[in-house]
């Protein structure tokens, strides 16, 4: 985190028509707080508080309404499948920042396709590690950039164009051919029968129906060996 925040402080400080918005949440706002606090340069911190240069938000956002901005320029995400996708169907460049290791493949991606750079994609361990000047490097080679809006913008039109309207027009067409019949967008648990809807038969024959064969066992045998003692 402190690596990011000074990273970030050089880049804004040389980059006077930009902002940022950090959403961070729990552990990581905590972190972040923490690291403004032990931050030894008073340029740098007061650069962060300045809300016209940089504003924080630990509560839930909008990130799709944030992301249709058109004075959004870059994107730093934290590199999930569903954060990507609604960054480059809105044609923002994508730096990816990750929080888990099962991230780095999208981030990997992200980076061979074009649209953005990952702060993590290591030629070696040594590459690990965060560094603030790698961060001031990437945002500066990043912030509107044509070559990674033009990527991003690519992307959006191929995006659209596999799913989204393209698949929604065809939905609509199918619909009106049904004469609106939307049986078939009925969920499947509501076409089923009340006793599988609740598993009640599973339940039935897996548990309900073994007991009582071993009762009914259990007992035969009691009276067997009953009756061979009164014998």
């Not at 609509?172 to 499947?188: H, K, M, T």
């Amino acid at each position: 985190m402190k690596s990011l925040s000074y990273g970030l402080a050089e880049f804004l400080f040389h980059t006077p028509t930009a902002s940022v918005l950090l959403a961070f949440r729990n552990f990581n706002y905590d972190n972040y707080r923490l690291a403004l606090n032990e931050m030894m340069h008073d340029e740098c911190k007061r650069i962060f508080l300045n809300d016209q240069c940089v504003k924080v938000e630990n509560q839930f956002i909008d990130q799709k309404w944030i992301l249709q901005q058109h004075r959004v320029s870059l994107f730093i995400s934290h590199c999930g499948m569903g954060s990507i996708a609604e960054g480059l169907y809105f044609q923002k460049p994508i730096l990816c920042l990750l929080l888990c290791n099962d991230q780095l493949p999208n981030a990997i991606m992200i980076n061979q396709s074009g649209v953005g750079q990952s702060f993590f994609v290591p030629p070696s361990l040594w590459e690990l590690f965060l560094k603030p000047t790698s961060v001031t490097m990437k945002l500066s080679a990043m912030w509107r950039n044509s070559r990674y809006e033009k990527a991003a913008r690519v992307m959006s039109i191929e995006i659209k164009h596999a799913g989204g309207v393209k698949r929604a027009v065809e939905e609509i067409e199918f619909l009106v051919s049904l004469n609106g019949d939307l049986d078939r967008y009925a969920p499947f648990q509501s076409t089923l029968p009340f006793y599988q809807r609740y598993l009640f038969d599973i339940i039935f024959i897996y548990i309900i129906l073994p007991i009582i064969i071993m009762l009914y066992l259990f007992i035969k045998c009691c009276k067997r060996t009953r009756k061979q003692m009164t014998d």
